[in-house]
């Protein structure tokens, strides 16, 4: 693994989504003596699927897996990223947690915390979903929206086929293997996420693969 490395994956099927997200990330301030890369998967059968396939194409230690329809406005996001994956035990940050998800397994029925600058159907603008507790704080899943790992963990795409819960998957995959899973404190939102109207057609499936997977209260 290249330790002086970061590579932002993202799975696209929206070109103008693309071009946008990636003309923020190139506007990042890149920490010295670091290089970073930018990986697309087209046409991925699942998010799981296409994520591992990038995964297997960089060998950069720090991996930030994001929508394409998201965009980072802190110009600093690396530099505090790598300060967070100083603590060894630290292996996933995301941008929005949930604190309690093994009681049900979908993100929005427990207590969040994080904050955003979002958009849906419903409303636009600044989100609070709840203050960090310290200069990070442990979750037991991040919302999927970004995910920034320094430890590569296969995806589970032997059981998720789909776009739904590889988030909620991944995050108890860190944590299985002894890692922490944190949403980091912030003055303001460090993303804005375009994400528009939720499809869940197939969530609810996957919800059962994973309370099954998992060994989480239905």
Not at 90 to 107: C, D, L, R
Not at 116 to 140: C, I, K, M, P
Request: aromatic share 12%; hydrophobic share 40%; with cysteine.
């Amino acid at each position: 693994m290249d330790h002086k490395k970061i590579c932002f994956i993202m799975c696209t099927n929206h070109a103008l989504y693309e071009k946008e997200c990636i003309s923020y990330i190139q506007k990042l301030h890149i920490p010295k003596g670091f290089q970073m890369e930018v990986l697309t998967v087209k046409d991925a059968l699942s998010m799981t699927a296409g994520y591992n396939e990038a995964m297997s194409q960089s060998d950069a230690k720090y991996k930030v897996y994001l929508h394409q329809d998201v965009f980072i406005i802190h110009k600093n996001f690396l530099d505090d990223l790598l300060k967070l994956f100083e603590h060894k035990e630290i292996g996933m940050v995301g941008m929005v947690g949930s604190t309690n998800i093994k009681e049900h397994a979908v993100m929005w029925y427990s207590e969040r915390v994080g904050k955003l600058y979002s958009n849906s159907a419903y409303r636009a603008g600044y989100t609070l979903f709840g203050e960090v507790s310290g200069s990070y704080q442990q979750v037991d899943a991040v919302d999927g929206l970004l995910m920034a790992t320094q430890y590569d963990i296969p995806w589970r795409e032997d059981i998720l086929k789909n776009w739904d819960f590889y988030d909620v998957s991944q995050s108890l995959e860190f944590q299985k293997r002894g890692y922490q899973v944190v949403v980091p404190a912030a003055e303001q939102p460090w993303c804005i996420h375009d994400d528009g109207i939720l499809n869940l057609g197939n969530y609810y499936k996957e919800r059962e693969i994973i309370v099954k997977e998992y060994g989480l209260s239905s």
